[in-house]
């Protein structure tokens, strides 16, 4: 055996090859949840991403160090994908004053020294690419004394109430938000072009992934829902018209993405308001689903309100994972097979995690065959995404693995800390 460390390949500094990358399984058929899956030309060593979270922590736009030690360690605690918080195409697209952004080139350098680290630990690295529509200009969540009340970022707070824009000019809420401007078709235009060349920029700052925000009433979720959408152009009005920006932007980014990257798109699946004559429900989500492989989308993320103040969410362990589920189950039923399914929400339990994601073993024909209610566990997603787990606790993929008996691969540095057999963890 070698007594030479192995350097990674294609970093300017020395730091050892984690080869297999952490957070592969080493253990012989393990659970699907550990199983490697391929998209695209993307090969993940298990179905474990962490979702997309924003720090409020970016200097006009530009990530920092900080979010160098964030993702970077998070992405090297074994995670197959890593997804940067939303990222705004346009500086009124930013939630708050402090978002990251991608609308000039300045923003680039910042998130390839994340990749080009996050590639030298043997990990991808995604990024969301958003606008917050008419959620736009508000505070980081700390500076507002009720615990989910937005606070309006004014122009001496370095916001721009007066430029912010929305299907429709319906503020989300009277209180914390501004009242949006409803857009021209050359706005429309403007964010359609934002996100392709913010797309362009993503490749060349190394990205593996784009996820395109579609959920929690941003702008394009916020053009989805006939609430917050009353517009009478092309752009509102009928399921088509509504979905328009949505794939228009899908277009855009696609065609000037490489053929080899995976794109997803995450969604509000429901905007929770049942009580609603018109709302966008599941039922409209299987809808779109079904027109997304056709347009180069190869995973939906399923999440689920924030387009309305007077949403009612029915909130229970379940409650995100089961539309999933739904959703899965529909497009299975008219034999829709290229769509995965991402689960995300209250996703903290390693038997949980497994389970979701759970198929059974490939027949001999290479197909995988689904799990139908066998001892209560049926596939509900093919991915599961996970937020707030992973900053209680970053080494979530070690501990899931330790729990399901499990070995898999450690960072080659921290393998002396490995959970040990017996152990109370
Ligand atoms: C601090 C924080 C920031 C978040 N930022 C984003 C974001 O940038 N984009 C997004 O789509 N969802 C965002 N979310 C939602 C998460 O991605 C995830 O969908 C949600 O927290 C539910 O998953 P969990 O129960 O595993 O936390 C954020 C959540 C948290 C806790």
């Known amino acids: ?64 160090d900080y979010h160098l030690v964030h993702l970077g ?88 109430p007066k430029n912010v824009m929305g299907p429709s000019a319906i503020p989300w809420s009277t209180e914390g938000y501004a009242i949006p401007r409803e857009m021209t078709l050359e706005d429309i235009a403007d964010v359609i072009q934002a996100f392709k060349e913010s797309a362009q920029r993503s490749v060349v700052a190394g990205i593996d992934v784009i ?59 429901t905007e929770w308001m049942n009580f609603a004559p018109e709302q966008w429900d599941v039922e409209s989500t299987i809808r779109l689903a079904k027109l997304l492989p056709a347009l180069g989308v190869d995973l939906l993320d399923v999440s689920s309100g924030g387009n309305n103040e007077a949403q009612r969410i029915e909130m229970h362990n379940h409650f995100q994972v089961g539309i999933a589920g739904q959703i899965r189950d529909a497009l299975r039923a008219d034999k829709i097979t290229n769509l995965l399914i991402g689960a995300v929400g ?21 197909d995988c065959v689904e799990i139908e209610d066998e001892q209560d566990i049926k596939t509900k997603a093919d991915i599961v995404l996970v937020a707030r787990q992973f900053l209680r606790e970053p080494e979530w993929v070690f501990r899931v693995a330790f729990r399901l008996g499990i070995d898999v691969q450690w960072p080659v540095q921290y393998g002396r800390a490995e959970f040990q057999k017996g152990s109370r963890i």
């Open 1 to 64: 055996m070698s007594k030479k460390s192995v350097a990674a390949p294609n970093t300017p500094y020395f730091t050892p090859a984690q080869k297999p990358s952490a957070g592969t399984a080493l253990s012989e058929s393990p659970p699907t949840l550990f199983k490697p899956i391929r998209i695209r030309d993307a090969e993940f060593q298990n179905r474990i991403w962490v979702a997309p979270m924003c720090m409020y922590s970016a200097d006009n736009g530009k990530l920092t």
């Open 73 to 160: 360690g998070l992405a090297f605690r074994g995670a197959s994908l890593t997804i940067i918080e939303a990222t705004s195409v346009l500086p009124n697209g930013r939630i708050t004053p402090q978002d990251a952004g991608l609308w000039e080139d300045a923003q680039i350098a910042p998130i390839k020294k994340v990749a080009d680290y996050v590639h030298s630990q043997g990990q991808k690295l995604g990024i969301q690419l958003a606008h917050a529509g008419r959620k736009a200009s508000t505070s980081a969540p700390w500076l507002s004394k009720v615990r989910g009340k937005a606070v309006l970022a004014t122009e001496d707070d370095g916001g721009w």
């Open 211 to 269: 996820e395109i925000h579609g959920a929690h009433g941003y702008l394009i979720s916020s053009f989805l829902s006939a609430i917050s959408n009353q517009r009478t152009d092309e752009y509102g009005g009928t399921f088509e018209n509504r979905t328009r920006l949505l794939i228009d932007i899908i277009k855009a980014v696609r065609a000037v993405i490489p053929e080899s990257m995976p794109l997803l798109v995450r969604v509000s699946a």
């Open 346 to 366: 209250l996703i903290t339990e390693a038997e949980y995690a497994r389970d979701i994601v759970e198929s059974k073993t490939p027949s001999m024909s290479g």
